[in-house]
Every structure is written in structure tokens, then in C-alpha cells.
């Protein structure tokens, strides 16, 4: 499991933003289709590609993606 492997599977799950816009130092939450149902396709990517269960609180305690994958390497342990 790697940053840039989790950031594109991250991407992945928007169709309008440019991918481009896509680096682990990214605040997705500023992200303009960021939402209620981005928050809960991560949690089903999350759980279908790392087999890890995470809950929307711990998407929101991250700013980054990085954030985010650094939690779920924590509970990948």
C-alpha cells in the first residue's frame, strides 16, 4: 500500500474535478464536489480496496489525503 496508489483510487471516485488536482497534500474537504455522498464512496472504496472499515468520523478528523491514508494504514496494523 503506497500514497500515490490510495491518491489515484481516491481520485477515482470524483468525475468532475481534474485529477490533476490530486496529491496527498490535498484538502479534500475544499475539494468543490466534495460531499455528503464523497464521504461515504470513500468509505466503500476504502473498504473494498484495504479491506479496512472506517467511519465518517474518521474521514472528517482528516484534512489531507495523505491524513486519510495514514489512518488507514493505522488501522491496517
Not at 488536482?21 to 455522498?37: A, G, H, M, Q, Y
Amino acid at each position: 500500500m503506497d500514497i500515490k496508489d490510495f491518491t489515484a483510487k481516491f481520485a477515482a471516485q470524483f468525475f468532475e474535478t481534474d485529477p490533476s488536482e490530486f496529491k496527498p497534500e490535498t484538502v479534500f474537504k475544499e475539494l468543490d464536489e466534495w460531499s455528503s455522498l464523497s464521504l461515504i464512496q470513500m468509505i466503500a472504496m476504502i473498504d473494498a480496496e484495504y479491506r479496512v472499515t472506517v467511519d465518517g468520523q474518521i474521514i472528517n478528523q482528516a484534512e489531507t489525503i495523505q491524513d486519510l491514508f495514514n489512518a488507514v494504514c493505522e488501522l491496517k496494523k
